[in-house]
């Protein structure tokens, strides 16, 4: 979908077209609970998160100003209720979840828990690009969008939050051709 078309989508749910909103809701569902996931760290909870997110964006769509930055928006409240559910549940975010571990002898999870706790390592905005990109598959196109950045920005970022996970790995021993080997 182009901005442009998106922008009438905001503009027809912000006159109480529920079709469009259900339509926005279908576009940024999943890339906002991978965004809470990054934060969040359990998938349960990314879901309620991202039901809270939309509730709220229904609530006060019509607020928003600038139609063309929807997603920005959207992102905003998706971080501020995650935040809020971390404070409320008291929850610090943990490591990764082994729903991402990929099966296999326990030298296979322990380097999978060292992967887990490298990414869980990254500053909040490094770990969201990584967790959009690399566990829910987001393209650098999609991440640019719902993160209102550069393609440039996603591509540099992301380039940077790699280079700190393979310093991570490899101050816990864990190095590159370690990780071919295994994959062989």
């Keep these: ?22 339509a926005l809701y279908e576009r940024y569902h999943s890339p906002m609970v991978a965004l809470a996931y990054s934060m969040l760290a359990d998938r349960d909870l ?5 039901q809270e ?5 229904c609530r006060d769509i019509g607020s928003l100003k600038s139609k063309d930055r ?5 992102a905003g409240i998706c971080r501020n209720i995650s935040r809020q559910m971390l404070r409320a549940n008291r929850l610090k975010p943990a490591a990764l979840s082994d729903e991402h571990v990929v099966p296999g002898h326990a030298e296979s999870r322990d380097r999978g828990e060292t992967v887990r706790r490298a990414v869980w390592s990254l500053r909040e905005a490094e770990r969201e690009l990584i967790v ?21 920005a ?24 370690d990780h071919e080997t295994s994959r062989q």
């Design 70 to 74: 929807f997603a920005a928006w959207l």
């Design 154 to 177: 996603v591509n540099g970022r992301l380039v940077r939050a790699k280079r700190k996970i393979a310093e991570y790995l490899k101050r816990n021993g864990i190095t590159g051709d």
């Design 1 to 22: 979908m182009d901005s442009n078309s998106e922008t009438q989508l905001v503009e027809a749910a912000q006159n109480g077209h529920l079709e469009s909103f259900g």
């Design 132 to 152: 959009l990109r690399y566990f829910d598959g987001f393209s650098q196109a999609q991440i640019s969008q719902v993160l209102e950045l550069s393609p440039q």
């Design 46 to 50: 990314a879901e309620d998160a991202a």
């Design 53 to 57: 997110v939309f509730a709220a964006a």
